[in-house]
């Protein structure tokens, strides 16, 4: 199975302040149709995950423009431009492009300073 | 709006069984792949089964060994998850996931399975 590592594990941000989280997945992830099927998600504390971002760089509905999403070969990156106080969640990568064997990353939490 | 209900959660021994329910709403049920995906308290994300929309593929986790079976009832929009030779490891949050556009893009409040003594 493909493995996605996340870092950091743990990202403590200043409000206001923009945070970056990286991915790397073990595999290429362009499928058969040019597409990479990287996915962020967001889990705030005791809700479900929510999806951010899919296919490395779009923002799902309702999801803020501060968030944003990009790649470069088999590294992917989410960027907050301005972390807002709503923002401190578990956030999860997640390959799709080896579907249906999707395979997520360890989580980064980011959390107020 | 998309709705995705699950159920049937609760406590069971090692060695037992549960059968999950995801009852769907607010879309065409039998236009999308289905998954469960679980959560192990204090764990993260850990994709479990899938299925496709009309139910004659289906995936599971190699870490199952074959004891999870996922299955649909497109006549009823219902997702299930059957659950054998439970083990305490198996203890998680169990979420119900809509595949749409090759991501999970809905996903339910889940439903806690404990595997417990």
């Known amino acids: 199975d493909v493995v996605m590592t996340q870092s950091p594990l743990s990202l403590p941000v200043t409000l206001g302040q923009p945070a970056s989280i990286s991915c790397r997945s073990s595999?290429?992830?362009?499928?058969?149709?040019?597409?990479?099927?990287l996915n962020w998600f967001q889990q705030r504390p005791g809700q479900s995950p929510r999806l951010l971002i899919y296919?490395?760089?779009y923002r799902d509905s309702g999801v803020p423009d501060r968030f944003s999403g990009s790649a470069s070969g088999t590294d992917f990156t989410l960027k907050i431009s301005r972390v807002e106080a709503e923002d401190v969640a578990v956030y999860y990568c997640m390959q799709g492009s080896h579907w249906p064997r999707w395979t997520f990353g360890q989580g980064t939490k980011v959390e107020i300073k | 709006d998309v709705q995705l209900l699950e159920s049937g959660g609760g406590l069971a021994q090692p060695g037992g069984s549960l059968r999950l329910s995801c009852a769907a709403s607010g879309f065409t049920f039998t236009d999308f792949a289905m998954s469960w995906v679980r959560q192990a308290p204090g764990k993260g994300l850990e994709w479990v089964s899938s299925?496709?929309?009309?139910?004659?593929?289906?995936e599971n986790a190699d870490s199952l060994k074959g004891r999870f079976i996922i299955s649909r009832d497109n006549s009823k929009n219902m997702l299930y998850l059957q659950m054998n030779s439970l083990r305490t490891e198996d203890t998680a949050l169990y979420y119900c996931?809509?595949?749409?556009?090759?991501?999970?893009?809905?996903w339910g409040r889940g439903t806690l399975v404990t595997v417990s003594s």
């Open positions: 299925i496709y929309d009309h139910g004659t593929v289906t």
């Open positions: 296919r490395v760089s």
């Open positions: 595999q290429s992830l362009v499928y058969s149709d040019g597409k990479t099927y």
């Open positions: 996931v809509r595949v749409g556009n090759g991501t999970f893009d809905h």
